[in-house]
């Protein structure tokens, strides 16, 4: 009988490795992609795509039999070589080539040329070829840096007593109603795609206390702007407890500041091939939705239209006024409208038109939505009606709240939003892998 | 202006501060739910359910006011009193209250007797009162493990050089086609929602060399077995330049004693609860579909129907044959026949009948399915057309191919049938917070 007994060593090699500098003038095996080929007649550099960078190989024509006819780029090789020391090569080393093996080749060049340092090509055309534009080294480097917050949200959150959950996706009825979800047909029943964790979280919350959730969320708006998709990935989390909903502002800079520190130290050449400064989170002020529309107003010469409202190149406008006031990359925004609110949001009991909730701005765009929520059963029950909501397709979450929920609130943060502002992309679709929008189903 | 600057202290402690013993003999202050009240007439024992586990506070009669009248399971509550050891409670520790403050109370009791230690309730009923039974102790502990099996997946990935993907659950073709996928209109087109991200990980091994994805899947298979979920948790992962598929079972095996490990160290409590044993992984044995359907023929004489397939009844007879034989818990079945693998799956060389693919059982049980994948893109038409598929639809797909991958293989688990197994359950949807089935799309 055979047995399995974990991973075995291989003999080929990652940038990591070669880096330590144990191997220098030895021989090595390194396996790739042929990034570029650039031919000099006797001389031949290659470049190998290896999951943490680039390498160079310098192949000399004829040795060994070697030949740099019959190489092609996307081909992807198995090199043997002595690795070298060499300052005009990516990260200091190259390999001469001392063998090489291909195992895969291309039967089309790529569509798009992703060799290149900078991808100067249309949004459209990186969206249609995406399996080709992904293979650019600055294009994928924005999804290094989205692995790094979203394993930077749950790190924290396991250091802070979170559990992580993971709530269904199709259900009977959604978190906050209305017309902005898909709906599809489940063995004959009518059905929805979760637009929010909502429902679930808090339910939860009196089971675990503190719940987390990175997963996507749908929702069947039609807009089309740079910073809506249709189906996103939300990081979403519900704690209780709570003394005020400021806990929740404070978890949130908690994450932030934990996740710089993360990107800092475990995605450092990802954040030097995009070149991203990150933003400050040692102190992330705090302002009043009504006091901030004031403020901008003011500063700027943009008169109020709607006390109710914040449109967009109003959050834009804050985002600015804290920059250059306080230097802030990040603001909080507080006490936002009732009205502007789900019903389950809690009332500021100092002025009920508003709510204990928050929005993060990150540069002028909203990337947070969180607050306090209603925890007892009969000031839920009112609100739903004072609505005129029924509480109908609602049994099962109203029941959390009769058994007993203790003080409680939460927040979602949109994962490619925030991304898109780490990297300075203006346009939301740059960080998602494979973005759904109106006219976006494929690929 | 004011600013938070990160999470701050809070007065109140968890069970972990308690169990220090560093306050003991001191005035803590501890919040939680009332789990469950004992009223001994003179002194009442209150049992605290706080998200670490249960702890015991208890309130003599008339001492500062105090009296348990008013006091009523499910309420949540802030106590403060000196903390003491005592070896009859729970964790050894008890706290003699000196004050308690109401948080919040329920208008109803809870529908099930959540507070006792086993929950002897129906499946149907647990499901259909959600909320309420998972803060039954036991119940809610599978779920603490299953959060541990999701972490091992991710952590052990990532140190094995993995990059985590998010792609999207709403497209206009599943990766294996046919009739079992769920369908919804989107913006006026036609479209179905993922029942394995198989295609997206594939053609991102040829941007990060190894992925993985840990997200919901969808899959409307009309079975209604106590293994089959229409919606579950997905733990994917797909890996560049193997050897062999023996490394995507090696990788599996990694992650499998990872993850034990973890759950020693970190669940300890949630394992002791459910009285979990921990299944044997230092070396998991391999063995080829038609010979593990020949051992299980021979020793428990069950004749083989059908040489091409794997009855659930003979997966079972399987593993039993593995443990009694081998003391295994897992095996590896494979060379799976081509029929019953999808088109990408790589055929074995030596004999096309069968292909470079397995299983992984867990005690009977199929928890994963695996292989390595065609990586060449005239093979992969090929293939197609000898299964008189068509291309249409796939392009996106083919064209990762046709830019050149490397030789690849990976695997999908089944998250909730894992935790099932692990927990010694024998319905999948006791290892699902909000299972959905045939008849099941709430809550």
């Known amino acids: 009988m055979e047995f399995l007994s974990g991973v075995k060593e291989k003999e080929t090699m990652e940038l990591g490795e070669l880096l330590t500098g144990e191997k220098t003038g030895q021989e090595v095996c390194v396996n790739g992609f042929i990034h570029s080929i650039r031919d000099m007649g006797d001389v031949a550099f290659l470049v190998l795509r290896k999951r943490e960078g680039l390498l160079q190989c310098v192949l000399e024509e004829g040795t060994a039999g070697l030949s740099v006819k019959g190489l092609k780029e996307e081909q992807t090789v198995c090199v043997t070589g002595i690795l070298e020391e060499d300052a005009r090569a990516p990260h200091g080393i190259e390999v001469r080539i001392r063998g090489i093996r291909i195992l895969s080749s291309p039967s089309e060049p790529l569509p798009l040329p992703a060799g290149k340092w900078k991808l100067s090509t249309s949004l459209e055309a990186k969206l249609n070829y995406r399996s080709a534009s992904l293979r650019n080294i600055r294009e994928r480097a924005k999804f290094r840096i989205q692995e790094g917050i979203t394993r930077g949200f749950r790190d924290f959150l396991y250091s802070q007593g979170f559990t992580e959950i993971h709530t269904p996706k199709i259900g009977a009825k959604g978190a906050e109603g209305g017309s902005?979800?898909?709906r599809l047909e489940y063995f004959h029943h009518p059905a929805v795609l979760a637009q929010s964790p909502q429902f679930y979280k808090q339910m939860m919350v009196g089971v675990f206390d503190r719940v987390f959730e990175t997963a996507p969320v749908f929702r069947a708006e039609k807009h089309n702007t740079k910073r809506h998709l249709n189906e996103y990935t939300s990081l979403d989390f519900e704690m209780g407890y709570i003394d005020s909903f400021e806990d929740i502002m404070a978890m949130e800079t908690g994450f932030l500041q934990?996740?710089?520190?993360?990107?800092?130290?475990?995605?450092?050449?990802?954040?030097?091939?995009?070149?991203?400064?990150?933003?400050r989170t040692d102190q992330i002020p705090c302002v009043r939705f009504a006091k901030a529309k004031e403020l901008a107003a003011e500063k700027y010469g943009r008169k109020i239209r709607n006390p109710f409202d914040l449109e967009p190149e109003e959050e834009v406008l804050i985002g600015q006024y804290f920059k250059e006031e306080y230097d802030a990359d990040f603001v909080f925004v507080t006490h936002y409208p009732s009205k502007k609110r789900p019903f389950y949001a809690m009332d500021d009991p100092e002025d009920t038109r508003y709510t204990l909730s928050f929005d993060l701005l990150f540069h002028g765009l909203e990337v947070t939505t969180g607050g306090q929520r209603i925890h007892d059963y009969q000031m839920l029950s009112e609100k739903i009606a004072a609505r005129g909501m029924t509480e109908e397709g609602m049994e099962q979450y109203l029941g959390a709240f009769k058994y007993g929920m203790p003080p409680h609130g939460g927040l979602g943060i949109g994962l490619e939003r925030l991304t898109m502002k780490l990297v300075g992309e203006d346009n939301v679709r740059e960080a998602a892998l494979f973005p759904r929008d109106l006219s976006r189903l494929e690929p």
């Open 180 to 182: 902005n979800m898909f």
């Open 258 to 279: 934990y996740t710089m520190k993360l990107l800092e130290k475990d995605y450092a050449e990802d954040l030097r091939i995009l070149n991203v400064q990150l933003p």
